[in-house]
């Protein structure tokens, strides 16, 4: 098939061919009867100038040597194929007009010579130029030609990239990692796009850099590193008892008045005391119960190790303790690993009550003696030893004629034996706190150096987030100001009034906050402003209702503030009714 298009100019006004167009017909094609043919080949040229043809403001003509073609609008039966083709007709303004083939010489050249598609320039726009309105331009285009004039392109970088001074370098960063074409990508992708359209010699570097200070990123996208923070193990204590680990058990059925186990645990020896109590005790009496249970045993010890339960948190329990003259250590926030010896012995409590109450689980407290006895009796694998032997200075016999090789022919010989077991135990202890440091550091990273003063950011996996969908809420809040550094893997935090979580924190639970000269610091929340000589903020939106007493209390997220800043507040504290009104509107 061939086909000319031509357009009429000149003073003359005489036809002046514009492009050419043949092509050799398919196998498939070369099926069609001879009217298809014809047909096809008006599709085609239609198909291959349609650029120009569609929407154009004036009718243009076809000629073709095949007369029956002008009967084709007109026809009443259509085949499927024709009926698709003329609704791809429809789309075009033109008269369709038979000329002889005598006179049609040009077209019929072309349909004995055709041009293959491999050598097809690149399509034109389909709009006529009087069709377009405007082009569309980014304001970052402008920002990068107002800076080169003090930074001009050295002319080195590769072809069809754009050269980006540096004064426009933190504003072109910004506008492809913010974008909503790109949803704050990572630093690879981020510098992909970037090296497709733009180059500078410290690209790499400074994606790199305000991707890391990007607060959006840092606020909402979870840490891919190794949790920070290296083992820190306990100090190891000299003799038994002398430094204890306290935890509670509780979600135990009813037994004979009991539903929480006091576990005590020996760091030295590992021996341990498991104490039956109806209730979670408050601070006095769990005081009491140390009293009656283990310190009239084993007298007093000079450390006590617990988690911030409100029992080991309440100023009762702080002078307790000061008078005693027990150090108090606390493990830090949502890091139970800080008392892992006593977490591990309540699993293995449970197990062993499982295995033995499990048919009447009414009946533990009937068991809860045996199982202290069992584990007391056991081999521990810190020392090598039973908790008995390691606090004793002898395993319980088993059989009767054992009592003879326990016998103690003088008290000093006695001593010299406990001296013995006690310094193989320390030994054992210490090398399985260094066996448990080696291998524990393996998936961990060191801690960064934290000073006060310095900002951070708070994980927000163990922190509620009032009004907001767990998995949608952010991976990190803050950023809050470090107050003190306890400990090499611990550091407390300034927090608001409104955080009521303890303010100390393993350095797993952090990050620091980066900052990049190219990246933009986020803005401080606004301040509040008086009225009626009291402070008043701006109110976003409020996010949900609920009753209390005889009034109602909205929860408000604040203009400036995060999801962790939210609270709940009276009717009365909202001085706009209209939130309220608008809130009430958008349940219905």
Not at 373 to 393: D, I, K, R, V
Not at 426 to 438: D, E, G, Q, V, Y
Request: charged share 20%.
């Amino acid at each position: 098939v061939g086909a000319i298009l031509s357009q009429r100019s000149g003073p003359l006004n005489k036809l002046r061919p514009c492009a050419f167009f043949s092509r050799r017909l398919t196998p498939a094609e070369k099926n069609y009867d001879i009217g298809d043919r014809e047909l096809l080949a008006v599709k085609l040229a239609l198909e291959e100038w349609r650029h120009w043809l569609e929407g154009a403001g004036q009718p243009f003509l076809i000629w073709t040597d095949h007369k029956n073609l002008l009967y084709l609008r007109t026809a009443k039966r259509l085949n499927p194929r024709q009926a698709r083709w003329s609704l791809f007709f429809a789309r075009f303004n033109f008269t369709l007009s038979y000329r002889p083939g005598s006179r049609n010489t040009k077209p019929d050249a072309l349909s004995r010579q055709y041009s293959s598609d491999s050598g097809a320039s690149s399509p034109a726009t389909i709009l006529p130029a009087a069709c377009v309105v405007g082009a569309l331009t980014w304001e970052i285009e402008e920002t990068i030609r107002q800076a080169l004039p003090g930074d001009p392109d050295p002319g080195t970088g590769p072809p069809g990239r754009r050269f980006v001074p540096a004064a426009a370098r933190g504003a072109v960063i910004h506008w492809i990692h913010t974008a909503r074409f790109t949803c704050h990508p990572g630093v690879s992708r981020t510098t992909h796009l970037l090296k497709r359209h733009f180059w500078w010699k410290t690209l790499t570097r400074d994606v790199r850099d305000y991707v890391s200070a990007c607060a959006v990123c840092a606020r909402n996208k979870s840490s891919t590193k190794r949790p920070a923070g290296l083992l820190h193990p306990l100090t190891t204590p000299h003799r038994p008892w002398s430094h204890i680990s306290l935890d509670f058990v509780t979600g135990l059925p009813t037994s004979s008045g009991k539903c929480v186990i006091l576990t005590v645990v020996d760091r030295f020896s590992k021996a341990a005391h498991f104490i039956p109590l109806a209730k979670l005790p408050s601070a006095a009496e769990t005081a009491q119960t140390l009293i009656t249970d283990v310190f009239r045993l084993h007298g007093i010890p000079l450390e006590i190790v617990s988690d911030r339960g409100p029992q080991f948190t309440s100023q009762v329990w702080k002078t307790f303790c000061s008078i005693l003259g027990a150090k108090v250590n606390l493990s830090s926030g949502f890091h139970p690993q800080s008392n892992g010896q006593t977490e591990r012995l309540n699993q293995e409590l449970e197990a062993m009550l499982r295995c033995v109450a499990s048919q009447n689980p009414s009946s533990w407290v009937t068991y809860l003696p045996w199982v202290e006895y069992a584990h007391n009796t056991l081999t521990s694998s810190a020392t090598g030893l039973s908790p008995f032997e390691a606090s004793l200075g002898y395993q319980p016999p088993l059989f009767p004629e054992e009592d003879l090789t326990l016998s103690v022919p003088s008290a000093p010989h006695h001593l010299r034996r406990c001296q013995r077991v006690w310094r193989s135990a320390r030994s054992a202890l210490l090398r399985a706190k260094a066996r448990h440091a080696h291998y524990a550091d393996r998936r961990r990273a060191p801690a960064p150096d934290y000073q006060p003063g310095q900002k951070v950011w708070l994980a927000a996996g163990n922190i509620p987030l009032r009004g907001t969908s767990r998995k949608l809420a952010p991976r990190f809040i803050g950023p809050y100001v470090v107050d003190r550094v306890i400990n090499p893997v611990a550091v407390r935090l300034r927090l608001p009034a409104s955080r009521r979580v303890h303010p100390t924190f393993h350095v797993s639970q952090l990050k620091p906050v980066r900052l990049s000269p190219l990246c933009p610091p986020s803005a401080p929340p606004p301040p509040a402003r008086l009225v009626g000589g009291h402070p008043a903020y701006a109110v976003r939106r409020i996010l949900d209702a609920r009753r209390r007493g005889r009034g109602w209390q909205y929860l408000v997220d604040w203009e400036g503030y995060g999801p962790e800043d939210r609270l709940w507040v009276p009717r009365s504290f909202v001085l706009d009714p209209r939130l309220i009104s608008a809130f009430h509107a958008s349940l219905r």
